[in-house]
C-alpha cells in the first residue's frame, strides 16, 4: 500500500510502505476512503514538533471500513463504516476513568504522531472499540471528517474550557478549521459577539458566513489598531444593548480569547484583548515558547487553560451533525485524490493562494 511518510523536518514522500497488521486482539484494520490534513502535521512538518521520528505516517483523521479486527474487538466487524477518533483510548486506565482520554496510559495522541497515522490507504487502530465510531449512513465522509479532531477540539479546548456564557464578548484568533470549529460551537452557548481574526481574507469570509459578528485581518493593521477595532466592536455592541445604561464605562477588551493559531504573536494578541476577569483558552500547537505576561494577567484575574483534546465529545457533537443543528458544509469545499496528498499539504498550508479550509482527501478507489 502507499502513505504519506514524514522524513524529518520540511520533507514527506508518497511511498510504498508495508501494509499494517493486527497486532493486538483490541486492534482493527481501516481501510480509509476519507483522510485530511490538520494544522498539527504542518507543525510536524515544519520541525516544530520534534517527537514525530522520521518514516512515520502521518495523519489523524479519517473515515473508512473495517477490513478485519482482532479477537477482542467486539463493537466492529467487517465491512463496518467508521470514524476514526484522532484519540486512542483504552477506556480503562486512570486517565480515561478520569475523562482525560488525551492522556490514556495505553494510547492518546497516537495517529500520525507515536504510530502510524491515516494519511494512507490503511491503518492500524488500536483499542478499537473505544476509539472508533460507529459512521451514520447519512453523513457523508466529508462531513465525518471534521468529527475526527476540529470539532472536538474548538468544541472541548476552546468553547468549553472557556466556559462561554450568554451575552459574553468573545475573540477567536486563527479561522483555520480549528477556529472555525470554535465559531460554530461557540454560537451554542448565545454569545453577545464573537470576533474572528486571521490574516486570510478567503477564511475570514467563511467565517463571516458561519455566524461571526465581525472579521478582523491583522496583516493590514498595527496592534494598536486591532485592538482599537475589536473595542470598536464590542462597545458598539453594549450601545445597542437597551439592558446596559449609556454612562456605563466602555468595555476595557473581550471577556474569552481563544488561541487557534499556536504563534507566539497571536498568544500575545490573546493577552493584549482580554478582559479583567477574562478567560484565555489556548488550542494552538506552540513549538515555540510564548511571552507569558504574568505580572498583567494576574492584575487583571485572567484564566487561562490550554490542552490536549480528548474527544470526548464526539458522540455528542456527532448527534448535533446527524440532527442538522451544526452544518459546517462550507469548510470542505477542496476535495483531491489521496494520490494527490502532496498537493493537497500545498494548497492547504497556503489558504490565501487556492481558498482552501479543510482537505477532503479522498481514496483513488
Ligand atoms: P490552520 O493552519 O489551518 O489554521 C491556522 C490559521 O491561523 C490560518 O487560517 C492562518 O491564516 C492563521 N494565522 C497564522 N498566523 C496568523 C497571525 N499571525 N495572525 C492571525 N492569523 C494567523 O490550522 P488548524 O488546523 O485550524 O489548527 C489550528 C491550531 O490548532 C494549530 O496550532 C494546531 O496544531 C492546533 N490544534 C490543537 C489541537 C489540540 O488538541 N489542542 C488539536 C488540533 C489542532
Ligand atoms: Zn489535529
Redesign the pocket.
Known amino acids: 500500500m502507499k502513505g504519506l511518510v514524514y522524513e524529518g523536518c520540511g520533507k514527506k514522500a508518497w511511498k510504498s510502505v508495508p501494509m499494517p497488521t493486527i497486532q493486538s486482539s483490541t486492534d482493527a484494520i481501516v481501510k480509509l476512503t476519507a483522510t485530511s490534513?490538520?494544522?498539527?502535521?504542518?507543525?510536524i512538518l515544519k520541525g516544530e514538533?520534534l517527537r514525530v521520528t522520521p518514516g512515520r505516517i502521518l495523519g489523524h483523521e479519517g473515515v473508512g471500513l473495517i477490513q478485519s479486527v482482532g479477537d477482542a474487538v467486539s463493537n466492529f466487524r467487517s465491512g463496518d463504516r467508521v470514524l476514526i477518533s484522532?484519540i486512542t483510548s483504552c477506556g480503562k486506565c486512570l486517565y480515561c476513568s478520569r475523562n482525560l482520554q488525551?492522556h490514556c496510559l495505553n494510547g492518546g495522541?497516537q495517529l500520525g504522531n507515536e504510530i502510524d497515522g491515516t494519511q494512507a490507504q490503511y491503518v492500524r487502530i488500536p483499542y478499537a472499540d473505544t476509539s472508533l465510531y460507529a459512521a451514520p449512513k447519512a453523513l457523508k465522509d466529508d462531513q465525518l471528517l471534521l468529527l475526527s479532531?476540529?470539532l472536538p477540539?474548538g468544541f472541548?479546548?476552546g468553547v468549553r474550557s472557556a466556559k462561554i456564557a450568554p451575552g459574553e464578548t468573545v475573540a477567536v484568533?486563527?479561522?483555520?478549521?480549528?477556529?472555525?470549529?470554535v465559531l460554530i460551537t461557540a454560537q451554542f452557548y448565545s454569545p453577545a459577539s464573537i470576533i474572528m481574526?486571521?490574516?486570510?481574507d478567503s477564511?475570514l469570509a467563511v467565517a463571516e458566513d458561519l455566524g461571526a459578528t465581525m472579521t478582523i485581518?491583522?496583516?493590514k493593521l498595527t496592534m494598536n489598531s486591532v485592538l482599537d477595532e475589536i473595542m470598536k466592536a464590542i462597545n458598539a455592541d453594549s450601545e445597542g444593548s437597551d439592558t446596559v445604561s449609556t454612562n456605563q464605562a466602555p468595555k476595557p477588551g473581550v471577556d474569552v480569547a481563544i488561541?487557534?493559531?499556536?504563534?507566539p504573536?497571536?498568544f500575545d494578541?490573546c493577552q493584549k484583548i482580554i478582559a479583567p476577569g477574562g478567560r484565555i483558552a489556548?488550542?494552538?500547537?506552540?513549538g515555540k515558547s510564548v511571552d507569558l505576561q504574568l505580572q498583567d494577567l494576574w492584575s487583571k484575574n485572567i484564566t487561562i487553560t490550554?490542552?490536549?483534546?480528548s474527544a470526548n465529545t464526539t458522540s455528542m457533537l456527532l448527534k448535533l451533525l446527524q440532527s442538522g443543528k451544526m452544518k459546517p458544509d462550507q469548510l470542505i469545499p477542496h476535495r483531491l485524490k489521496l494520490s494527490q496528498i502532496e498537493r493537497a499539504y500545498d494548497t492547504?498550508?497556503n489558504?490565501?493562494k487556492e481558498h482552501a479550509?479543510?482537505m477532503y482527501i479522498e481514496t483513488d478507489n
Open positions: 490534513i490538520c494544522g498539527t502535521d504542518l507543525h514538533i484522532c488525551g495522541w479532531d476540529d477540539t472541548e479546548i484568533v486563527g479561522a483555520g478549521p480549528v477556529g472555525l470549529a481574526i486571521d490574516r486570510d477564511r485581518n491583522p496583516t488561541e487557534c493559531v499556536g504563534a504573536q497571536t494578541t489556548n488550542i494552538g500547537v506552540h490550554t490542552g490536549l483534546v492547504f498550508g489558504p490565501s479550509i479543510k
